[in-house]
């Protein structure tokens, strides 16, 4: 630890010795750490906060080798000062109460080494909360001021600081429903989502999200509501601990929005493909990014805006503690996925009428763009890793650059050209990390990895499964024992089977056939180690997978439940499912 007297030689050593031993550095973590804390300094106590940083950058290095494991959580200081945080060698750093960024390396066995230095080094600027949050989506630009070129050691850097020790993994849970006129089944207007959203923060404390003048979502906390480009209401729910808690934030949610919505004559729809409409009936919503897509899908895929306006989804959020974590957690979801699809299978109807798949919306992603979406075989790869899915997402077409509040289209390019500064939309400007975070965004494989893993595959649906895809996914990834098993189970998958469930199951759900028996066979197997991963939890979560339990046992997926009531009780009009699958 550094003390007042060694003050002199502290300043001499961080601007004589600190920044080359660290260049030197084989690490390619470390690398985007030095270019972190290097990146300003305001006078001396700046410098003398540096060499703990280096000091503990020098330890984490000796202590833990090539490791990626970075984990920041941002908060600020007593004095006001945003700083970042942690603890080195259990040596505890300056107490901060409010807000503070710490970074730590750290393995499964949750050994681990943080170093603190101020906020502004990362190139954040705190901002008071007002009640409104302008141009929040993306992150606004001035979150992230980029005074020198990005490496791919800092894309590298960026996936590998969602590394977290398992007590601080989380569950999140994301889930979009249609919006629709009870008397007329009309879909929602922006006007009236307008309406909704100011009254669910009116009635219900949400900071409001505007572009332009325009509301497009609520913020309040970690939650934050936001609009799909058909006018789709999604939640972002929070990062909790339990299922428990992600239910209960789910019927909080549905309360929230029903108490405002049923006023206006409003009500929502639980299932994974707009039923009864096409797309000129769907109302456009006013955003940026929106627009730019509209114009980009039909060139790249004859079903892209099906995708955008026509689809719901519910998707769970998943945390990693290391680059090895990551790999198994990735592969083990993407082998999985195809089943995930078919218990959640909700969508066989297309503008009144069956449309042969018991998965519309898993179908449409197979025609939407073949750069960004998929089942990304080069994760079952030995040499993939953090850097193998920045190379893949660096020549992934961009949609957008977000400036000066507004969106350019820079379709067609990649970040690999903007990284060289050879956009032409904006001629010799340079990306920052914000821009990477919103181009990792627009790729949309099974599973997609950011700071965390997305699990994709499952159709929207009504209340009762959207607490049951992540008891799916957590009893599955959070798991040891359950993890291990199913990466056993999928080890001598080829590559040409998994394509081949990815590509039937939309039609043929768990009656897909799989080497000498169905996919439902599969599914029982996974269920049970799903069931067992909850349980050995040791938070009686298990109940929550009842919904996927009776899918397993029937070999029946909802959306031939509501098949047969259309041939049956409904007469054959969809008309009904408004009612059975309202919210």
């Not at 001499?12 to 973590?29: E, K, N, Q, V």
């Not at 969602?162 to 429903?177: A, D, Q, V």
């Not at 980009?296 to 990693?320: A, E, I």
Request: net charge neutral; hydrophobic share 40%.
């Amino acid at each position: 630890m550094c003390t007042r007297q060694q003050k002199p030689l502290i300043i001499f050593h961080m601007a004589h010795g600190i920044r080359t031993s660290l260049l030197t550095a084989t690490s390619r973590a470390s690398t985007f750490l030095l270019r972190i804390f290097l990146h300003k300094h305001q006078g001396i106590m700046d410098l003398a906060q540096a060499c703990l940083n280096a000091i503990a950058c020098m330890i984490w290095l000796s202590d833990t080798g090539s490791s990626y494991c970075i984990r920041s959580d941002i908060t600020q200081g007593r004095t006001g000062q945003n700083v970042a945080f942690g603890v080195v060698n259990n040596v505890a750093a300056p107490t901060m109460k409010e807000k503070s960024v710490g970074f730590f390396s750290l393995s499964c066995n949750n050994e681990k080494v943080a170093w603190k230095f101020p906020l502004e080094t990362l190139g954040f600027r705190g901002k008071r909360r007002n009640g409104v949050i302008v141009a929040a989506s993306p992150p606004t630009e001035d979150a992230v001021v980029a005074t020198e070129p990005l490496t791919k050691e800092d894309l590298v850097g960026y996936l590998a600081s969602g590394c977290k020790p398992k007590e601080n993994w989380r569950i999140g849970t994301e889930h979009e429903k249609f919006g629709f006129e009870i008397k007329t089944l009309q879909p929602m207007k922006y006007e009236q989502i307008a309406e909704l959203l100011n009254g669910i923060s009116e009635r219900f404390d949400w900071d409001k999200v505007m572009e332009g003048d325009k509301i497009i979502g609520l913020k309040q906390g970690k939650q934050s509501i936001s609009l799909e480009p058909g006018g789709q209401f999604e939640l972002s729910g929070a990062p909790v601990e339990t299922l428990h808690q992600t239910c209960a934030e789910v019927n909080s949610h549905l309360y929230q929005v029903k108490a405002v919505a049923e006023e206006m004559g409003i009500g929502f729809l639980g299932i994974g493909f707009q039923p009864k409409l096409g797309i000129k009936d769907i109302p456009v919503m006013p955003k940026g990014r929106y627009e730019i897509m509209r114009n980009y899908m039909p060139k790249v895929g004859s079903l892209g805006l099906d995708m955008m306006f026509r689809t719901c989804t519910v998707q769970v959020n998943l945390d990693f503690c290391s680059e090895a974590d990551m790999i198994r957690k990735f592969r083990a979801g993407l082998a999985l996925q195809p089943i995930a699809t078919a218990l959640f299978a909700n969508s066989p109807f297309t503008e009144g009428k069956p449309n042969g798949y018991l998965s519309m919306r898993s179908q449409i992603w197979t025609d939407t763009d073949k750069d960004r979406t998929g089942m990304l075989p080069f994760v079952f790869d030995n040499s993939f890793g953090f850097e193998q899915y920045v190379d893949y997402a660096l020549d992934v077409p961009m949609y957008f650059v977000y400036r000066k509040k507004k969106y350019i289209d820079c379709t067609g390019m990649t970040f690999r050209d903007f990284m060289a500064g050879n956009l032409p939309c904006i001629p010799g400007e340079l990306p920052n990390l914000n821009d990477w975070e919103n181009h990792l965004t627009t790729i949309f494989p099974e599973v997609r990895l950011k700071r965390y893993l997305e699990m994709r595959g499952a159709d929207g649906g009504p209340w009762r499964r959207l607490c049951a895809l992540p008891a799916f996914w957590v009893g599955l990834l959070y798991d040891e024992v359950s993890l291990q098993s199913i990466l056993d189970m999928t080890a001598d998958w080829t590559p040409e089977e998994r394509q081949v469930l990815r590509d039937k199951v939309p039609k043929t759900g768990l009656k897909t056939p799989f080497r000498d028996g169905l996919l439902w066979h599969v599914a029982e197997d996974v269920l049970k180690l799903a069931k067992d991963g909850l349980e050995r939890r040791g938070f009686k979560e298990s109940g929550f997978l009842n919904e996927v339990a009776e899918v397993v046992r029937t070999g029946e997926t909802p959306a031939e439940k509501l098949l047969e009531l259309y041939k049956g009780k409904w007469g054959q009009s969809v008309d009904p499912v408004f009612e059975e699958l309202l919210y």
